[in-house]
């Protein structure tokens, strides 16, 4: 249960995108005494680990695993002087996907790694606290 005398609605403040053109604003939410935090918290931790070990391959966090991969790929022969390099932005991906494909996409991830349980927990339990998280997600702005 949350602690009622340290729980607050989250904060909602905006970071400029000093990079981009026209400067647009990253909202951010500060949820650090938020009544879902502590549900939020144990699913990260259960979750994470099975994330980083099936993603890993595929998943750059910053600019030095950008180096580290790149040279990985060089080492194979993958990159050639034709190779094409790209990036996107994605814009308002929280507000992209809804609740419920975001949580069909978690069980779907669980499924095709073979995950009925996690930790003892039954996937659908998990996908009832995630829900929890999605639903209850209210802030204070101004």
Do not use: W
């Not at 981009?20 to 951010?28: E, L, S, T």
């Not at 500060?30 to 099936?54: E, G, M, Q, V, W």
Request: proline share 4%.
């Amino acid at each position: 249960m949350p602690d009622r005398t340290n729980c607050e609605l989250t904060h909602l403040y905006f970071n400029p995108k000093t990079h981009k053109d026209g400067i647009p604003v990253r909202p951010i939410e500060s949820n650090i005494h938020a009544s879902t935090t502590k549900i939020s918290k144990f699913l990260d931790k259960i979750l994470r680990p099975i994330f980083d070990d099936k993603c890993k391959d595929t998943t750059i966090i910053d600019g030095a695993s950008l180096i580290t991969e790149l040279s990985k790929y060089n080492k194979k022969g993958l990159l050639k002087p034709t190779t094409l390099f790209c990036t996107f932005g994605i814009r308002n991906l929280y507000t992209m996907l809804r609740q419920e494909e975001t949580l069909d996409i978690l069980m779907t991830f669980l499924h095709v790694h073979g995950y009925r349980k996690v930790k003892g927990i039954s996937i659908d339990t998990i996908k009832k606290l995630a829900s929890i998280i999605l639903k209850n997600n209210v802030f204070a702005y101004g």
